[in-house]
């Protein structure tokens, strides 16, 4: 789910990364914006509506796998 997530907001993390070059503790002022922008689109996947839609797919899949052994 995080992986997935990261390659979806590269370009925020991009963004982020540029930001936060040669900074230390100001990053977390003078980077508010990217910081904001990349949490917000981490947050489409990865929040508790897709980790349940997660669980189901695996369950549907192992399911799967259950009725083929036999």
């Known amino acids: 789910m995080k992986q997935k997530a990261l390659k979806a907001c590269d370009l925020y993390t991009s963004k982020y990364a540029e930001c ?31 980790l349940e839609e997660m669980k189901k797919e695996y369950a549907l ?7 083929l052994s036999y």
């Open 61 to 67: 899949q192992q399911s799967g796998k259950e009725s």
């Open 20 to 50: 936060a070059v040669g900074r230390t503790l100001s990053v977390v002022w003078q980077c508010r914006k990217q910081a904001k922008e990349l949490n917000e689109c981490l947050h489409q996947f990865t929040n508790d509506t897709v």
